[in-house]
């Protein structure tokens, strides 16, 4: 069964999985992301928020409260959730990029995932 979805653009993905275990704001999205990446992937304030606009507008995203706790530095930060549609869309993207590292060790370009460094596989 394939899935004629086409695939998220990077930057989406990598918000989405951003929001996938707790809320947060446009700041703290951007060091998720940052910091997830090692620093490859830098999301600018218009990218971000016009990627956060149409994700909105798709049902992917929700702009919710602030938690009790947050104190802001000044301004309004503008916190969002996944929603239920925006977590299948991103387990659907996870899913669509593991099957190509699956390809990726199969065809040898990458070691098999738990294999210790330096350990020979066994061959008989």
Known sequence: MTDDRPPLPAHWFQILLALADRDRH?????????????GRMQLWPGMLYGALRKMTDRGLVAETRAPEEFTSGGGRPRFYRI??????????EAQRLAAFVDAARAKRLIKPFGRQPGRRPHTS
């Open 83 to 92: 929603t239920a549609l925006g977590r299948r869309t991103c387990a659907a």
């Open 26 to 38: 446009g700041l703290g999205i951007t060091k998720d992301v940052l910091q997830r990446t090692d």
